[in-house]
């Protein structure tokens, strides 16, 4: 008789394979087929509500590693959210404007930006944005991101635009929106004016030069022939100098040097005497810094004054404690010189050339004019000491261009107005990780006032017409709604397509009784199109909430959207627009690095998902501890591969020994379970709760850890290697069977549940072969629940199995040892002489039945604690172990050495157990 075919091995049509690069998509278009977006949002309809908002990515290229790693997080809350009893729904956006935009378009179509029609440049723009939404959408989507992908919002659509004038109106009404001459961040890359935000810092090799102002009014301080010297490494404001600025607290040294005399504070007197390489120097004299106010000193090759001044500003962290000040190129300089009532001079043009104003210089463009200015300063005999540093200098984040300081007119959102509102929200927010409020409340607090125009034209124009006579900006209720209404009819072009006349609100009058205007030319800086997403999304859809629930973005956004998001709704409405902000760090690659073209170590996630699949790389991001930096690389890919590859075999297991089991006949009850099964259930109740809490404190590792150890110490290792004789050897319908089967079929079914948000195609995959279940995807059904049943598995009966399994783990260093030295090859042919060294030892040991079957061996010799153990026997901690070749022979069914095979005289080949399993069940 073929003994084989009266097993129950396992049989599941679910493959081996996961083959993921083509599975995916086929999983995928059944979820288009269900159109699973809407259905999952059907079913949890009246549960509250949790809203995570997008922050937008910028349309323009290929996603890339870590814009995978933040909506894979995104996905991740949202589909346990939905499963978790809230009504989640889930809208993507993009954000469209700005310059890089512009500048692909140019380079893409070598077109000279001003010689081309606005608006069909913006068209072109909208363009290219529109195919990279289209682009990115396609691949979020093979991510198995689930979202409103058909609705997405996109900034560049007019109702926000609308939203966003209407916010920029509010502020305004406000009092917040001001225009005003400023010395701003300006990029001659970009030609236009940058935000906070805009600005990065690298290394630049920059020209170190000392300079002496002779002074020609003394005021009785100091003496004519002294000069004032001054450091600066931006030779080319040199023609911008207006002043020299002391600390009125600072101790002043006039020296003599070299038979020359100078003034320097006395703190740095060391380091400039080293700098500049003076062999004998004499303090003359010391004057505190404000007894030097007033005192005038002569341009060094213009013939003008340059006043010594006073400002808080000034310090002795570097340079010579008289600082050059050129208000019309430093936020210091500005400032200080205001107080002063200086001229704000700023003889350097929007592409960085220098002006008409700057004479001698005029043309040159500013970098090309260091060179020239400190020729011109050796010249005239001021030039002490030129030499080269390199140092941390902003350079503006779109083109990684150096940028300048320049006092410009600029339209800014006056913080100050609202920034104690603003520190005041940030309180009031729930922050992952917590330091992020400090973080941000930091940034508000030392915050200047936010440059909001940029002089480009692909973006929201800034609504604002002035007075043809005044020159008044004519900005109310008004002129707002009216072009909020134009633009939500026809977009934002039309401000550019249309004359002022023509887009005025009709009746429109000056203060001063004109009533012709002229238009704003500028357009919004991009962060308060994103930053007004909160209005113009979360206010306006009918399925999200405001404020939202969530935010989740990268470190990078405390002072990107973060910040302006907070900035506009805390201006408009009182209050932070999130509840909660979670932000992640940045990812690596293997060796620690920042990832980057030039170094060839970035990993693209379209080509893991063809390589490998989406739900490895989902998996990788649910390993990582993402809220700090974070590591990838084909290595640590291929090892969350074999993770995978064990998950999927534990589903495959359980899958296959559910063959012919119904839940709905077959399940057995509780009460009925053996202690070995119910200490099963009460390990699957605590993996259950770890993952549940895990999932709401967003620690998706843990999540990761606890069903990565389940699947393969508790299930693999314990229950389904323990469980394999009563699901393959014992009759069909036998109650064992049957029991095992309950407790694999309700694991499956958390398991499943359980990973749904991080695996979601594999999830799906499973779901379909499980028996019982009616839903037509497991994201249609809820988390488990923590069954408190499973989980009071008495104290006193968990202290007792975790000892067994303590216990159980030296005895297969013996056994492993034992199989090394060739005394047994499969463990059901062993038998083990156990010798407790301790009562505890020994009473877990005897209260257990079947010691048999849970070490899977062929018999278990028990013996009393502190029985002599015998020769050979290996010591272990608590127990001494023999391991020998069991007694009989191999059963060829079960395949266990037994002692009994061939009593029944029909089955001389088997054990009694599976001779009378065959002829009750097998034998026609």
């Not at 893409?108 to 909208?126: G, H, S």
């Not at 592409?351 to 060179?371: C, H, I, Q, V």
């Not at 005041?424 to 729930?430: R, T």
Request: glycine fraction near 6%.
């Amino acid at each position: 008789m073929d003994y084989g075919k009266t097993l129950n091995l396992p049989k599941t049509e679910f493959p081996m394979r996961g083959n993921l690069p083509v599975r995916e998509p086929e999983v995928a278009a059944t979820w288009n087929e269900l159109d699973i977006y809407q259905k999952v949002l059907e079913r949890t309809k009246g549960r509250p509500s949790f809203t995570l908002h997008d922050g937008p990515p910028y349309a323009n290229g290929d996603i890339h590693i870590g814009h995978a790693l933040n909506k894979v997080l995104k996905d991740i809350i949202v589909r346990y959210k939905s499963m978790a009893g809230f009504y989640a729904p889930y809208v993507p956006g993009w954000d469209t404007h700005g310059l890089p935009i512009e500048q692909a378009i140019v380079n893409a179509k070598k077109l000279d930006r001003r010689n081309i029609e606005v608006n069909e440049f913006r068209k072109l723009c909208e363009e290219y944005a529109w195919s990279y939404v289209d682009k990115q959408r396609e691949q979020f989507k093979r991510l198995g991101i689930r979202g409103d992908w058909e609705n997405p919002y996109v900034t560049l659509l007019p109702e926000f635009e609308s939203a966003q004038v209407r916010v920029f109106g509010a502020m305004a009404t406000k009092g917040y929106i001001y225009k005003g001459l400023r010395c701003v961040y300006w990029s001659p890359s970009s030609e236009t004016a940058l935000a906070d935000a805009e600005i990065e810092y690298q290394d630049k090799r920059s020209a170190s030069i000392y300079v002496r102002f002779m002074v020609e009014d003394g005021k009785g301080k100091l003496d004519q022939d002294t000069g004032v010297i001054i450091w600066t490494t931006t030779p080319w404001t040199i023609p911008a100098n207006m002043a020299i600025s002391l600390n009125p607290e600072l101790e002043y040294s006039v020296v003599r040097a070299d038979d020359n005399k100078y003034l320097v504070a006395s703190g740095l007197l060391e380091s400039v005497t080293k700098e500049i390489g003076w062999e004998q120097v004499e303090v003359l004299s010391t004057l505190k810094g404000s007894e030097l106010e007033g005192v005038v000193t002569k341009h060094p090759f213009y013939d003008r004054p340059s006043p010594l001044i006073l400002g808080e500003h000034v310090t002795l962290d570097a340079g010579t404690g008289c600082v050059h000040t050129a208000p019309g190129h430093g936020e210091d300089d500005f400032n200080v010189g205001k107080a002063y009532n200086l001229d704000v001079l700023c003889p350097v043009d929007h592409e960085g050339k220098m002006t008409k104003e700057a004479p001698g210089f005029e043309g040159l463009f500013y970098e090309d004019a260091n060179k020239v200015v400190s020729e011109k300063l050796k010249e005239q005999g001021a030039l002490l000491k030129l030499s080269f540093i390199t140092h941390s200098y902003p350079h503006d984040w779109r083109t990684k261009k150096p940028i300048i300081y320049r006092a410009t007119e600029q339209w800014f959102a006056s913080i100050d107005g609202f920034r104690d509102q603003l520190l005041e929200a940030i309180k009031n927010v729930k922050w992952i990780p917590h330091w992020g409020e400090t973080r941000l409340g930091n940034m508000v607090a030392d915050r200047g006032d936010w440059c909001i125009s940029r002089q480009r034209v692909w973006g929201v124009p800034i609504p604002i017409f002035y007075c043809k006579s005044c020159n008044e900006p004519i900005i109310n209720e008004q002129t707002i709604d009216h072009i909020a209404n134009l633009f939500e009819k026809e977009g934002s072009s039309v401000w550019f397509a249309r004359e002022a006349d023509e887009l005025i609100p009709e009746g429109l009058t000056c203060s001063c009784g004109c009533n012709e205007f002229r238009k704003e030319t500028d357009i919004m800086d991009v962060w308060f199109d994103s930053g007004s997403s909160h209005a113009a999304v979360l206010r306006q859809r009918e399925e999200l909430s405001w404020p939202a629930d969530l935010y989740l973005e990268g470190s990078d956004q405390y002072r990107g959207w973060f910040n302006s998001s907070l900035s506009t709704s805390v201006a408009v409405f009182g209050q932070a627009p999130y509840k909660g902000v979670l932000s992640h760090g940045f990812t690596m690659d293997g060796e620690g690095r920042k990832m980057s073209k030039s170094l060839g170590n970035t990993i693209a996630p379209v080509q893991v998902t063809e390589k490998l699949g989406a739900d490895i790389l989902r998996l990788w991001v649910s390993s990582v501890d993402y809220q700090s930096d974070h590591r990838i690389s084909d290595a640590i890919l291929a090892q969350n591969a074999e993770v995978y590859r064990k998950i999927r075999n534990t589903f495959r297991f359980l899958l296959g020994n559910l063959d012919g089991f119904d839940p709905t006949k077959h399940r057995v009850d509780y009460d009925r379970l053996p202690e070995f099964d119910r200490f099963m259930l009460a390990k699957t109740a605590e993996v259950v709760k770890r993952a549940r809490k895990a999932y709401d404190e967003y620690q998706f590792h843990t999540v990761y850890q606890t069903v990565h150890n389940f699947c393969t110490i508790e299930l693999s290792s314990f229950f389904m290697d323990i469980s394999k004789d009563r699901l393959y050897v014992e009759a069909p319908d036998s109650e064992k069977r049957r029991v095992a089967q309950t407790i694999m079929y309700d694991i499956l079914l958390d398991l499943v549940k359980l990973l749904s948000p991080i695996i979601p195609h594999t999830a799906d995959e499973v779901w379909k072969y499980i028996p019982g279940v009616s839903e037509a995807s497991v994201q249609l059904t809820d988390m488990p629940e923590v069954n408190e049943q499973h989980l009071s598995f008495g104290k006193e009966l968990q202290d007792k199995w975790n000892a067994f399994l303590e216990v159980r783990d030296e005895v297969l260093k013996a056994m492993e040892e034992a199989r090394a030295n060739k005394v047994f090859g499969n463990s059901v042919d062993a038998k083990l002489v156990l010798y407790p060294q301790t009562d505890e030892v020994y009473q877990t040991l005897a209260s257990m039945d079947d010691l048999a079957d849970l070490f899977i061996v062929a018999q278990v010799e028990l013996h009393e604690a502190g029985a002599t153990a015998s020769e050979g026997a290996a010591k272990l901690e608590g127990i001494s172990v023999a391991v020998l070749p069991a007694d009989g022979e191999k059963c060829e069914r079960c395949r266990v050495v037994k002692t009994d095979v061939g009593q029944v005289e029909k089955h001389p080949t088997v054990c009694v157990r599976c001779a009378t399993i065959v002829d009750e069940h097998f034998t026609a």
